[in-house]
């Protein structure tokens, strides 16, 4: 089975998605305790569960469209969202390494593209 | 927030939780062939025995459970992968997590019989190193260095 170009489309987008529950699974964190009623209260922690399900949705119904071994791995541009994110709203430090890790994973995808 | 040296455990439950979320991806891929607008009307049909006996004997609808069975295995990965991340440092643990790349890719050839390149293998190599080198990356900042 062939993989559609818009279902890649569609995976980058969706990555977006999995980088923004990624932002309030941060925030969640920052106010976690072993304490019910504080998970309860922690709204930040819903609106991640809540972004991670509008993602499994889209990603269950683009998966008939493409080859798993196409789709799959275009789910790691998520990890260049939540490095960027990191920088930009937890004011956590970038070096070479995470530089070249995100070099690495946007080759490694584009490998994966030719490869359809 | 300092670590020491990695726990053995915490490598066997990032382990699992690889095998684990490749498994929940072979499950929703199956899965994702279902037939929605069969399962709704059986549904809203209200008969539970013949939902349920339709259910099982038709391969699309049988789906449906495949990609709660997914999910699920996917609700227990994460569950692994937060317990194993309080034992042990990044520059391990991510190398560790990235190999389930390397099962999805082998599921996909292997149950899924779809045709795997040498661009693909490349690639998903590029994946393994790239999440690697961010978790060595960020283990290094961890502990104070550049």
Redesign the interface.
């Given at each position: 089975m062939a993989t559609a170009q818009w279902a890649i489309m569609v995976v980058i987008l969706t990555s977006f998605i999995g980088a923004i529950g990624q932002y309030f699974f941060k925030k969640a964190s920052e106010d976690i305790t072993f304490n019910i009623k504080k998970i309860i209260q922690n709204k930040y922690l819903f609106y991640g569960i809540g972004v991670y399900a509008i993602g499994s949705l889209i990603w269950i119904l683009i998966l008939p469209y493409g080859e798993l071994s196409v789709l799959y791995p275009f789910v790691a541009i998520v990890y260049i969202w939540v490095a960027l994110v990191s920088k930009r709203y937890f004011k956590e430090k970038m070096n070479m390494w995470k530089w070249l890790g995100i070099l690495s994973i946007i080759i490694g995808v584009s490998f994966v593209g030719f490869g359809i | 927030m300092k670590m020491q040296k990695t726990k053995w455990w915490a490598i066997v439950l990032m382990l699992l939780c690889t095998v684990f979320t490749a498994l929940g991806?072979?499950f929703?891929?199956k899965?994702?062939?279902i037939d929605y607008g069969k399962l709704v009307s059986l549904i809203f049909s209200q008969n539970i025995i013949t939902t349920i006996t339709t259910i099982f004997s038709n391969p699309l609808l049988f789906g449906g459970l495949l990609?709660f069975f997914g999910?699920a295995l996917?609700g227990i990965a994460a569950v692994f992968n937060i317990a194993s991340l309080k034992g042990g440092e990044l520059s391990l643990l991510f190398p560790v997590f990235a190999t389930n790349?390397i099962w999805?890719?082998l599921?996909?050839?292997y149950a899924?019989n779809?045709p795997?390149?040498?661009?693909?293998w490349?690639?998903?190599?590029?994946?393994?190193?790239?999440?690697?080198?961010?978790?060595?990356?960020?283990e290094?900042?961890h502990k104070g260095g550049?």
């Open positions: - | 991806q072979l929703m891929k899965g994702s062939a990609i999910l996917y790349y999805v890719s599921l996909s050839a899924l779809e795997m390149n040498i661009y693909k490349i690639g998903v190599a590029g994946i393994v190193l790239g999440i690697s080198l961010i978790g060595y990356g960020t290094k900042i550049k």
